[in-house]
């Protein structure tokens, strides 16, 4: 564990004792992970997208310190969950924007390493949200340990020490949860039956 993964747990653990300070001694910590997971995510996004990452970054850290019922364990954890509020507030974005095109065509999204897209962006952010909140209802574990490496760029060691299993678990979950998006991507609504074990 390196000194600023300490510094982010401490605080961390002042924040779960309701410190209101320790919010703001966190962010310049974590900023630099922030803003790589921000990039991250805006590189997918079309480019005359309204959000730039400083901008993901604030609306997303604004969330995270207005939460109350989060008991932060590590570094790992915050850094997953944040990548979590950051794809909730780029969905958002997205439903406002194409609030016309809910239940339109369905695209196909490939799930893999590098998340890869097509020029359909903001339909494919719905695509996979409405995948990963199905997946969700019927498979918790496997849904956290997809958003946790794809949306939050943690290794599937870190994934591990954060949930408290296996790497072998995390890979297994990893592999399922990918096969289940893969497959309700490509069918048509309805159809994806419950998630793989």
């Known amino acids: 564990m390196s000194l ?29 992970e922030l803003h790589r997971l921000a990039k991250s995510y805006m590189s997918r996004e079309r480019r ?34 944040a990548a979590n509020v ?13 609030a016309a095109m809910r ?6 999204v490939d799930l893999d390493e590098g998340i890869a897209v097509s020029k359909e962006r903001s339909a494919e952010i719905l695509l996979l949200e409405e995948a990963l909140t199905r997946l969700e209802q019927l498979n918790p574990r496997q849904a956290k340990v997809v958003e946790m490496r794809y949306f939050g760029g943690l290794t599937r ?6 949930m408290s299993i296996s790497i072998p678990t995390v890979t297994r ?25």
């Open 4 to 32: 600023s993964d300490g510094q982010v747990t401490i605080l961390l653990q002042a924040m779960n004792r309701g410190d209101k300070s320790a919010a703001d001694q966190l962010l310049p910590l974590v900023y630099s």
């Open 48 to 81: 005359d997208h309204t959000l730039q990452p400083t901008a993901l970054i604030n609306q997303a850290y604004l969330r995270i310190a207005q939460q109350e019922n989060v008991e932060w364990q590590n570094h790992a954890h915050f850094i997953g969950f």
């Open 86 to 98: 950051m794809r909730r507030v780029l969905v958002d974005h997205a439903r406002e924007r194409n």
């Open 103 to 108: 239940g339109g065509k369905q695209i196909r």
């Open 157 to 162: 060691e870190e994934i591990a020490e954060a």
């Open 173 to 197: 979950q990893l592999r399922l949860a990918q096969a289940w998006l893969y497959r309700h991507a490509t069918e048509p609504q309805g159809s994806a039956g419950s998630a793989l074990q």
